[in-house]
C-alpha cells in the first residue's frame, strides 16, 4: 500500500556563470512512506477520513487482532461438517484445536458474551489502536454474517434430501472454505502487523470505527 514519493524534474538555470543544478523536490504526502520501512497499511476510517498508522504494531496489539479472528473462525466451524466427512486427512488439521473448540463450546453463552466483550472493550474504546480496533470490528462483521446461512436453513427448511437439502450443503462448503482462507489470511497479516482487508467484509467494518 507504500507509494514512492515522487520528484520533480530538475531544472537548470543559464545565466553567464557556470551552470548550476537545482534540484526542487516535491514534498512528499503526509501519507507516503519508504517500502524500507516496516509499516501498517492505511486504515480507511468513517466519514472517509483515511488514517495511516506509521509505527508496526506491538506485539499485545497483533495478539488482540488475532484472538478477534478466533471467534468467526470456531463458529464457521460447524459449516465444515460435509467437507471434513468427505475428506478425513483435511480433518486431521483441525485435531489440536479440539480441546479448545470442545472448552469454547461447554461455556454457556460464549460466542454471545465474546463478542459484546470485543464489540464494547475494545471497537468502541478509543483508547485502543486504531489497528486492534479495525481488526476486532472486522472479525465481529464476518461474525455476524456467518449467522446468515443459518437463518436461511430455518426459513426455509431444505429437508435432509432433494435439491434443497443438496443446495444447503453446497452452501455450507463454500461458507466454510471462504471463513477458512479468511482466517488464515487475517492472522499471517497480523503476525507481520500488516492490515488484513477482507472482501466484503472490510468496508462495512471500517465505516464502524
Known amino acids: 500500500m507504500a507509494s514512492l514519493a515522487l520528484l520533480r524534474p530538475c531544472l537548470f538555470h543559464h545565466t553567464h556563470k ?99 466483550a470485543f464489540y464494547l472493550g475494545i471497537v468502541r474504546n478509543p483508547s485502543f489502536p486504531d489497528y486492534v480496533r479495525f481488526n476486532s470490528m472486522q472479525a465481529l462483521t464476518l461474525d455476524v454474517l456467518l449467522v446468515l446461512p443459518v437463518l436461511f436453513q430455518k426459513i426455509f427448511s431444505p429437508g435432509r434430501s432433494g435439491l434443497g437439502f443438496q443446495v444447503m450443503v453446497w452452501s455450507h462448503n463454500v461458507v466454510f472454505v471462504f471463513s477458512i482462507l479468511c482466517f488464515v489470511y487475517s492472522v499471517l497479516n497480523c503476525l507481520f502487523g500488516r492490515t488484513p482487508y477482507l472482501p466484503f467484509v472490510a468496508d462495512a467494518a471500517a465505516r464502524q470505527i
Open 18 to 116: 557556470p551552470s548550476t543544478l537545482t534540484l526542487k523536490p516535491k514534498q512528499p504526502n503526509s501519507l507516503s512512506f519508504s517500502p524500507l520501512q516496516t509499516q501498517s497499511p492505511k486504515l480507511k476510517l468513517k466519514n472517509g477520513v483515511v488514517k495511516a498508522n506509521l509505527s508496526t504494531p506491538a506485539a499485545p496489539e497483533r495478539l488482540i487482532s488475532i484472538a478477534a479472528y478466533t471467534l468467526p473462525f470456531f463458529n464457521s466451524l460447524q459449516y465444515g461438517h460435509s467437507i471434513l466427512t468427505q475428506y478425513p486427512k483435511f480433518a486431521l488439521l483441525f485435531q489440536p484445536i479440539i480441546p479448545f473448540l470442545s472448552f469454547y463450546r461447554s461455556l454457556p453463552y460464549a460466542s454471545f458474551i465474546a463478542f459484546f
